[in-house]
């Protein structure tokens, strides 16, 4: 007799729960959280800062993407003493600016959101609306907010308030853009971040900055083809980027019809391609793996002339069909972002791409001291099945050297974004310290941190600080220790 098919994990999550933590957050925030479950640690002390899109809707029109929605930067001081102060403020871009005083949206949004008046007003309009909604990078008197397509917001990092937009003192003079990942080199502290001009032929730019954003070198490559990259992994040698396998039909974009994202067509055929480049600006070299589409790297680390690079890989891009938007697709049937472990030996060119794990995750972090090198934990989001395609309800400690794993989920009623791992003052163990998650909890209508031990996630946070609102599911965040000047 046949053994019985496995049956699916039964479904956790709920669409109009999940859909209730993409509500736009109208008022701005200043006031002091006494609403706490658990026990804050005394020793958890520093700025949480988040960013993501807060505004949902302008005008009565909806984004056609949350990634379209406007930055909002949210910072939560952990002050040791039981209580938590929050704040949020929106970016004043140009475009929010120009947006709140004209009540309707002026811009195009990267991700589908058109201007009223269909595709007339929106035909050979190419200025996407800088939304500085992404990531967020911290220097003693500047905050900047990051935002792929364009250059970054200086905000202040006591206020929240908007200085402007900011070319890093000339560095990102014209057109250039800067991404929304910087990355640390845990040596010198330099923020290594880059910039991508997409065409026909791609450049990326590659800058090191010091402690206040002082650009103090900039190395530029030209690579063939269309590229879309969101994120790098950073060794003491290399920049490493992995060109996704898109090709993109501008004509719809240019006509009006669609937004840029919208018009990536992925290329199952062909390969994505590593691109290995020298931080000290040599010669690029190039590898090719199975086509996979990746947003994030976990961390890369070179062994001899054996590269390897873990990333959260889709098997193809996420994309939305022509006619639905977030609010409707079914997550299903959307390819689920699975830990992939890639190998590359630089002398053979040899490739090799591992799945670790079956389970959806997104929002990689680990210890910043391990960047560049070999490493332990992983601390990603998860879904709450072990298998297939849904929101992200949980977090999850993976041990890449056993394969084992520690999650705690928040199913049925919350839902998720990226763990921010903080390293306990003074630690040695890779994994001794704090991560914060926001959490829409669905039940009570309004987010919280959670604050969870990262060697006892199983256990569940420590600490939940409870929100008077919900915050919409945001997207990158940082957090500064108060010793920080
Ligand atoms: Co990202």
Not at 3 to 22: F, I, S
Not at 24 to 40: F, K, N, Q, V
Not at 62 to 88: E, I, L, Y
Not at 408 to 415: E, L
């Amino acid at each position: 007799m046949a053994a019985p098919a496995p049956q699916p994990a039964p479904r956790r999550w709920n669409r109009d729960d999940w859909l209730r933590g993409y509500t736009s957050l109208t008022e701005e925030h200043d006031e002091w959280l006494s609403a706490i479950s658990g026990e804050l640690p005394p020793e958890l002390r520093g700025t949480l800062y988040r960013n993501g899109p807060g505004l949902l809707e302008r005008g009565g029109q909806p984004v056609q993407h949350p990634f379209d929605g406007d930055g909002m930067v949210c910072a939560f001081d952990f002050t040791g003493d039981g209580r938590v102060r929050f704040r949020n403020r929106y970016v004043r871009t140009a475009g929010f600016v120009a947006e709140e005083k004209a009540g309707r949206f002026l811009q195009r949004g990267v991700f589908g959101t058109q201007k009223p008046g269909g595709w007339l007003a929106n035909a050979f309009d190419l200025r996407p609306k800088n939304i500085a909604n992404t990531n967020l990078a911290y220097s003693p008197g500047k905050l900047l907010a990051l935002w792929e397509g364009g250059k970054p917001y200086a905000l202040d990092p006591q206020t929240l308030e908007t200085i402007g937009e900011d070319d890093l003192a000339g560095a990102l003079a014209g057109n250039a853009n800067f991404a929304a990942h910087p990355r640390y080199d845990r040596r010198t502290g330099r923020m290594v971040n880059f910039g991508i001009q997409p065409g026909l032929s791609s450049t990326i730019t590659l800058y090191e900055l010091g402690a206040d954003f002082t650009v103090l070198s900039q190395h530029r490559w030209e690579t063939p083809g269309f590229a879309f990259i969101h994120d790098f992994a950073l060794t003491d040698d290399y920049a490493i980027f992995f060109q996704n396998p898109v090709t993109v039909n501008p004509f719809p974009y240019w006509f009006g019809f669609r937004g840029a994202a919208e018009c990536l067509i992925f290329q199952s055929d062909r390969p994505t391609r590593v691109l290995v480049l020298p931080r000290n600006g040599g010669r690029m070299r190039v590898y090719e793996t199975d086509a996979c589409f990746v947003f994030h790297h976990v961390n890369a680390h070179l062994t001899g002339d054996r590269l390897t690079v873990d990333a959260i890989a889709y098997e193809t891009f996420p994309a939305l069909k022509p006619g639905t938007t977030y609010r409707n697709v079914e997550i299903e049937t959307i390819a689920a972002s699975q830990l992939f472990r890639f190998t590359v030996n630089l002398t053979t060119g040899e490739t090799h791409r591992e799945r670790l794990m079956e389970r959806a995750v997104e929002f990689p972090s680990l210890h910043p001291a391990r960047v560049g090198l070999p490493y332990r934990w992983a601390f990603m989001a998860m879904a709450d099945a072990p298998t297939g395609n849904a929101p992200l309800q949980g977090v999850l400690a993976y041990d890449v050297q056993t394969g084992a794993a520690q999650t705690y989920s928040f199913a049925p009623k919350g839902y998720v974004g990226e763990p921010v791992f903080v390293p306990k003052p003074g630690a040695t163990e890779e994994n001794s310290g704090y991560l914060l998650q926001m959490v829409f909890d669905a039940e009570r209508g309004a987010s919280d941190v959670a604050v969870f031990d990262a060697q006892q996630v199983a256990r569940g946070p420590v600490a939940r600080v409870h929100l008077p609102v919900t915050v919409p599911y945001g997207l990158h965040g940082i957090f500064v220790p108060a010793t920080t000047p």
